[in-house]
T-cell receptor, first 112, second 110 residues
Framework: DAMVIQNPRYQVTQFGKPVTLSCSQT?????MYWYQQKSSQAPKLLFH???????NEADTPDNFQSRRPNTSFCFLDIRSPGLGDAAMYLC???????????FGSGTRLTVV | RKEVEQDPGPFNVPEGATVAFNCTYS??????FFWYRQDCRKEPKLLMS???SGNEDGRFTAQLNRASQYISLLIRDSKLSDSATYLC???????????FGAGTQVVVTP
């Protein structure tokens, strides 16, 4: 019954090798978010989509890109992962009138 | 000053005891607040929403002090399963962008 699904749960990638993380939702929420969370730190917003409108946080590195081909899917692309990009990546969704986020189970990225 | 500040803890709590901790926020325009709990290496899950002065849900009580810009969470009759990190989240944007605190770790011991 998972409503926000992230794949894969664990991803190992090589330094500098592009990697894509995926998120899908069955909630028909119009807003989708990508957060990065490092150990013992707060989740940090990278960007969000309000419907098809893309919004980048000012301090999100250019190395990170996102795509939302339709309401249900959203992708996070890391063009050239560095060791510092190792983290948990969380996808979340919400309705226009906020009642809190629904998170996916996250993808834990390891860069070797 | 950080937008959201929380005591990282850990708060070590005997099973059955009461624990309370605060979260301070800098944006006085924040109208709504959320408490999320996050288990180790898992995603945050919504615990409680606060839209007015406070909220109570079973053993959990949230109290909002707008004058001093903090929100507290109190857990009564602590269970072992309450061990987690509790993230404070003020709603700072009209469409729902959430700014997370780094969380307060609670460890309930037998």
């Amino acid at each position: 019954d998972a409503m926000v699904i992230q794949n894969p749960r664990y991803q190992v990638t090589q330094f500098g090798k592009p990697v894509t993380l995926s998120c899908s939702q069955t909630l028909n929420h119009n807003v989708m978010y990508w957060y990065q969370q490092k150990s013992s730190q707060a989740p940090k917003l990278l960007f969000h989509y309000y419907d098809k409108d893309f919004n980048n946080e000012a301090d999100t590195p250019d190395n990170f890109q996102s795509r939302r081909p339709n309401t249900s899917f959203c992708f996070l692309d890391i063009r050239s992962p560095g060791l510092g990009d190792a983290a948990m990546y969380l996808c979340a969704t919400s309705r226009e009138t906020l009642s809190g986020y629904t998170f996916g189970s996250g993808t834990r990225l390891t860069v070797v | 000053r950080k937008e959201v500040e929380q005591d990282p803890g850990p708060f070590n709590v005997p099973e059955g005891a009461t624990v309370a901790f605060n979260c301070t926020y800098s944006n006085s325009a924040s109208q709504s607040f959320f408490w999320y709990r996050q288990d180790c290496r898992k995603e945050p899950k919504l615990l409680m929403s606060v839209y007015s002065s406070g909220n109570e849900d079973g053993r959990f009580t949230a109290q909002l002090n707008r004058a001093s810009q903090y929100i507290s969470l109190l857990i009564r009759d602590s269970k072992l399963s309450d061990s987690a990190t509790y993230l404070c989240v003020p709603l700072t944007d009209s469409w729902g962008k959430l700014q997370f605190g780094a969380g307060t770790q609670v460890v309930v011991t037998p």
